[in-house]
């Protein structure tokens, strides 16, 4: 049975798989991801890939953030959130540990929509735009005949930069406005902060929504942002589908059916596109990572 090592690495923690040609996770491991240098992220991904290897893997997928030379495996000038990633040459690094066996890199975001067209809500749709609502805001955009869309610099997809208000508030990217600073799990805790003064996790402003005034704002603003965002991408792309994913999709209950009241309002033409949550969330990073691996050998 062939099988390859997936491994999503995150700002936080590293997931890493073996995963069956099915899609299955055979194995699991997770661990805290350095924060202290390169090489002891580096470290850790050798040591997670060591603990996964076996008889039977043909090769090594990692999704890793930042802006990622797929074809090289190195991680260009934008390295997300991992210490000093910028410019790190991933698989040159660990072809010096694990020789004669294939390593691939791509972007995380797009693991995880390769993950949900492999296995999930993508399954049966040609072509979708998929939006990662997380700590960030990430995407993908793929189709049937072309996969997942890189970019002339591997930027493609880079969904969370666009402008969603002319002149808002900084990113970190340089621009001012972009959809990261608004749909993202921080965007909706600096728009509770804005009106309050008060620091709370995003999830908690989702709960407060059903009984407080300021709360509800700023989840009613989230719901009709994130609806005028789907109304641009419908038009840019015309895709089959949008699915959403990340952690913000946890407190779904609390505004999905707002999003597509708004949608309808919003959008020239909403009734071609189907909207549809992740079916993975904390997996899609390493299925995704191992699918790599099974279409690229
Ligand atoms: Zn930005």
Redesign the pocket.
């Known amino acids: 049975m062939k099988k390859a090592i997936g491994i999503d690495l995150g700002g936080t923690s590293i997931y890493g798989g073996l995963i069956s040609e099915e899609g299955k996770i055979l194995k699991r491991i997770e661990r805290a991801t350095p924060k202290d240098s390169k090489k002891s992220v580096l470290e850790a991904l050798s040591q997670t890939i060591e603990e996964l290897m076996e008889e039977g893997v043909v090769g090594i997928g990692i999704g890793s953030p930042g802006c990622i030379d797929s074809d090289s495996g190195r991680v260009l000038e934008v390295g997300g959130n991992i210490v000093d990633w910028a410019n790190t040459d991933i698989r040159g690094e660990l072809s010096k540990t694990f020789k004669g066996i294939d390593i691939f890199v791509e972007n995380d975001a797009n693991v995880a929509g390769l993950c949900e067209k492999w296995l999930g809500a993508g399954r049966d749709l040609e072509n979708f735009v998929m939006l990662t609502l997380g700590t960030g805001v990430g995407g993908a955009i793929y189709t049937d005949k072309s996969g997942i869309l890189k970019g002339h610099n591997f930027n493609g997809g880079e969904v969370?930069?666009a402008i969603l208000y002319p002149r808002g508030r900084q990113?970190n990217?340089g621009?001012k406005g972009?959809v990261?600073m608004y749909l993202s799990g921080p965007g909706i805790e600096m728009g509770y902060f804005e009106k309050t003064g008060k620091q709370i996790r995003a999830k908690e402003v989702f709960k407060k929504s059903l009984k407080e005034e300021e709360a509800k704002e700023v989840v009613e603003r989230f719901s009709r942002d994130l609806a005028i965002y789907m109304a641009s991408i419908k038009n840019l792309f015309d895709p089959q589908g949008i699915i959403i994913g990340g952690g913000v999709i946890n407190s779904r209950e609390y505004w999905w059916d707002r999003v597509l009241d708004y949608y309808k309002q919003e959008c020239n033409t909403p009734d071609s596109l189907s909207i549809v949550p992740a079916s993975f969330l904390n997996d899609a990073g390493m299925i995704g990572a191992g699918r790599v691996v099974f279409l690229r050998i």
């Open positions: 969370g930069h990113c990217c621009q972009c990261d």
